[in-house]
Nanobody, 119 residues
Framework: QVQLVESGGGLVQAGGSLRLSCAAS????????MGWFRQAPGKEREFVAS??????AYADSVKGRFIISRDNAKNTVYLQMNSLKPEDTAVYYC??????????????WGRGTQVTVFL
C-alpha cells in the first residue's frame, strides 16, 4: 500500500506559479510511475504529467509550463506550475502506479489539493 498526501495548492493570480508536493508513505516511490491528474468542476479527471525514472511526460495543455520532478530520498513528487491560467483551476491529484496517461494505470491516489487561478 502507498499513501499519498498532496499539498501546496491555493489561490494564485494568472501568470503566477505554484509548486505542488505529494508525500508518499508505505512504500518507496522509486519503482513506481508517479503521476499528476486534475479535475475541474463538471469535467472528467485528466492527465497532467507523469514521471518514471528520468522520463517525464506532459499533457499538451501544460507542456512548457509545468515540470514534474521527484525526490526518491524524500519519497516525494513535485509539480512546478508556472504561467498559470484560469483554465488550470482544478483539484490536483497525485497518483502512483505502473504507467501512463490514463487513470486505470494508477493504483494509488491522494485526496487532492485545490488550485484556483484568477484573473
Amino acid at each position: 500500500q502507498v499513501q499519498l498526501v498532496e499539498s501546496g495548492g491555493g489561490l494564485v493570480q494568472a501568470g503566477g506559479s505554484l509548486r505542488l508536493s505529494c508525500a508518499a508513505s508505505g512504500r518507496t516511490i522509486s519503482t513506481y510511475t508517479m503521476g499528476w491528474f486534475r479535475q475541474a468542476p463538471g469535467k472528467e479527471r485528466e492527465f497532467v504529467a507523469s514521471s518514471r525514472g528520468s522520463i517525464a511526460a506532459y499533457a499538451d495543455s501544460v507542456k512548457g509550463r509545468f515540470i514534474i520532478s521527484r525526490d526518491n530520498a524524500k519519497n516525494t513528487v513535485y509539480l512546478q506550475m508556472n504561467s498559470l491560467k484560469p483554465e488550470d483551476t482544478a483539484v490536483y491529484y497525485c497518483a502512483a502506479g505502473w504507467g501512463g496517461t490514463t487513470m486505470n494505470q494508477y493504483n494509488y491516489w491522494g485526496r487532492g489539493t485545490q488550485v484556483t487561478v484568477f484573473l
